[in-house]
């Protein structure tokens, strides 16, 4: 048969709290009976020396050598239990069954000892030598019953065992009550954490007076409340910039998707169509990839390399493609192969949203500025009226817009997502200049 285990802590704790108990009352029980054993032995020589000892002293010897036995007035605890010996002899013999009288013939003549506690009829013997001078003139043999020790050993014994058992009783009584008030505040801020996080997770234990370990683990619990708030706001983000990055192409599909069914078209009119939708199907599926990779994992430097001069050329291209009357588009790169180290997709959606918000608010022109110093560094410059003073420190915030009335069907969270991934890809996007000549600049570390 093999103990189990419990499941609850406090279980867990009254268990071994009860096993370390049980442990140190055996040894205690054992140690008190050993100890008693040896005293009530201790007892039973001292008493047999004494009676040998008075024996002896009634005994003498006549000139002829033969011992002779003076009788003191009271002898019958003398008498009872005692043989004397002359020799092998016996001249004083107690009635006693022949076993008894066997072993009291047996130590005649033999010198100081003492018989064992398992002698025959549970009775211990002492062998006391009666000295005529130098010579062992006889021999004074005492016993005692050892039935009275042994009784009192087992009844020690048992008082010593139901003793322990009492005091394991209490002490499990004890132990689960004490465990049990020790554990219930850890289980009521268990439940409370558990109930924010669902609910209410801008909720915190307080600065309450505590025990130690309960405000250690009030401090814990807050700092997992946090990260559970931080993760449920990053998703929530994270819904958001898809929304926003997924706008523009879903409206390109749609609007392309009207074209075809308002009217009757030709065939490179629909070849046309076709391959729109299909762009912005891939441009979205490409959104999709980047934003969700970067959620799951987070951009490290060795995701990958960017040509960051080929990449600005690129949606510069592609900006005068898509509004030819719009603000020019002038890419200046200080040097040859600028290399970002970071995913082209990653930067390309850093600068995205930016180049965006330039060509906006433009008047003439936008300017790229691509070189090589502390890194890689691109600055996008535009000829606009600037940005106002009071949304200079708060442009970066997710859902913040310049002009909530301007028009334009953004969410605010462009600059928001590109200084997110600039920052996983271990850079940053500032506002470097925010009056007249907007200048954002994005740096990047370098390959």
């Given at each position: 048969?093999?103990l189990r285990?419990?499941?609850?802590?406090?279980?867990?704790?009254?268990f071994?709290?009860?096993f370390t108990?049980?442990?140190?009352?055996?040894v205690?029980?054992?140690?008190f009976?050993v100890?008693?054993?040896?005293?009530l032995?201790a007892?039973?020589?001292d008493?047999?020396h004494?009676?040998?000892?008075?024996?002896?002293?009634?005994?003498?010897t006549?000139?002829?050598g033969?011992?002779?036995?003076?009788?003191?007035?009271?002898?019958?605890?003398?008498?009872?239990g005692?043989?004397?010996?002359?020799?092998?002899?016996?001249?004083?013999?107690?009635?006693?069954p022949?076993?008894?009288?066997?072993?009291a013939?047996?130590?005649a003549g033999?010198?100081a000892r003492?018989?064992g506690?398992d002698e025959?009829?549970g009775?211990?013997f002492?062998?006391?030598?009666?000295?005529?001078?130098?010579?062992?003139?006889?021999?004074?043999?005492?016993?005692?019953?050892?039935?009275?020790?042994r009784?009192?050993?087992r009844l020690?014994?048992a008082?010593?065992?139901?003793?322990?058992?009492?005091?394991?009783?209490?002490v499990q009584v004890?132990?689960?009550?004490v465990?049990?008030r020790?554990?219930?505040?850890?289980a009521?801020?268990?439940?409370?954490?558990?109930?924010w996080?669902?609910?209410e997770?801008?909720?915190r234990?307080?600065?309450?007076?505590?025990?130690?370990?309960?405000?250690?683990?009030?401090g814990?619990?807050?700092?997992l409340?946090?990260r559970?708030?931080?993760a449920?706001?990053h998703?929530?983000?994270l819904?958001a910039?898809?929304?926003?990055?997924?706008r523009?192409?879903l409206?390109?599909?749609?609007?392309?998707?009207?074209?075809?069914?308002?009217?009757?078209?030709?065939?490179?009119?629909?070849r046309t169509?076709?391959?729109?939708?299909?762009a912005?199907?891939a441009?979205?599926g490409?959104?999709?990839?980047?934003l969700?990779?970067?959620?799951?994992a987070g951009v490290?430097g060795?995701?990958?390399?960017?040509?960051?001069g080929?990449?600005?050329q690129?949606?510069?291209?592609?900006?005068r493609?898509a509004d030819?009357?719009g603000?020019?588009v002038?890419?200046?790169?200080?040097?040859?192969?600028?290399?970002?180290?970071?995913?082209?997709?990653?930067v390309?959606?850093?600068?995205?949203?930016?180049?965006?918000?330039?060509l906006?608010?433009?008047?003439?022109?936008?300017?790229?500025?691509?070189?090589?110093?502390?890194?890689v560094?691109i600055?996008v410059?535009?000829?606009?009226?600037?940005v106002?003073a009071?949304?200079?420190?708060a442009?970066?915030d997710?859902?913040?817009r310049?002009?909530?009335?301007?028009?334009?069907?953004?969410?605010?969270l462009?600059?928001?997502?590109?200084?997110?991934?600039?920052r996983a890809?271990?850079?940053?996007?500032?506002?470097a200049?925010?009056?007249?000549d907007?200048?954002?600049?994005?740096r990047l570390?370098?390959?």
């Amino acid at each position: 048969m093999t103990l189990r285990r419990p499941a609850s802590l406090r279980g867990r704790l009254a268990f071994l709290a009860l096993f370390t108990t049980a442990g140190w009352m055996i040894v205690l029980t054992v140690g008190f009976n050993v100890f008693l054993g040896a005293r009530l032995r201790a007892e039973a020589n001292d008493l047999l020396h004494t009676r040998a000892a008075a024996v002896s002293a009634t005994v003498g010897t006549s000139p002829a050598g033969t011992l002779t036995v003076r009788d003191p007035r009271d002898d019958s605890a003398l008498d009872t239990g005692t043989w004397i010996y002359q020799g092998r002899r016996a001249i004083e013999r107690p009635r006693a069954p022949a076993a008894v009288q066997a072993r009291a013939d047996a130590l005649a003549g033999t010198g100081a000892r003492f018989g064992g506690l398992d002698e025959p009829a549970g009775t211990r013997f002492y062998a006391l030598p009666i000295m005529d001078g130098r010579h062992q003139a006889g021999t004074a043999v005492v016993a005692v019953s050892t039935d009275p020790y042994r009784r009192m050993a087992r009844l020690a014994l048992a008082g010593s065992a139901g003793l322990a058992l009492l005091i394991l009783a209490g002490v499990q009584v004890v132990t689960r009550t004490v465990i049990g008030r020790a554990l219930d505040p850890v289980a009521q801020m268990s439940a409370q954490a558990a109930e924010w996080s669902e609910h209410e997770t801008d909720h915190r234990f307080g600065t309450a007076r505590r025990p130690t370990e309960l405000a250690a683990l009030a401090g814990n619990l807050n700092e997992l409340l946090d990260r559970l708030a931080a993760a449920l706001r990053h998703e929530r983000q994270l819904s958001a910039e898809l929304s926003h990055e997924l706008r523009t192409p879903l409206a390109r599909i749609s609007a392309e998707t009207e074209l075809l069914l308002s009217r009757p078209r030709g065939a490179a009119e629909r070849r046309t169509a076709y391959e729109a939708i299909a762009a912005g199907a891939a441009q979205m599926g490409d959104i999709l990839e980047t934003l969700l990779t970067t959620a799951r994992a987070g951009v490290t430097g060795s995701a990958g390399r960017c040509d960051v001069g080929g990449l600005v050329q690129r949606l510069a291209e592609e900006a005068r493609t898509a509004d030819p009357a719009g603000p020019a588009v002038r890419v200046r790169q200080a040097g040859d192969d600028v290399v970002a180290d970071a995913p082209e997709e990653i930067v390309e959606r850093i600068l995205t949203p930016i180049l965006g918000n330039a060509l906006r608010y433009a008047a003439d022109q936008v300017t790229f500025t691509v070189r090589a110093e502390h890194g890689v560094r691109i600055s996008v410059s535009d000829d606009g009226p600037g940005v106002p003073a009071d949304l200079a420190t708060a442009l970066f915030d997710p859902g913040r817009r310049g002009d909530p009335d301007d028009g334009h069907d953004g969410a605010g969270l462009g600059l928001a997502l590109a200084r997110r991934l600039a920052r996983a890809a271990g850079g940053d996007v500032v506002l470097a200049r925010p009056a007249w000549d907007t200048t954002f600049e994005i740096r990047l570390p370098p390959a």
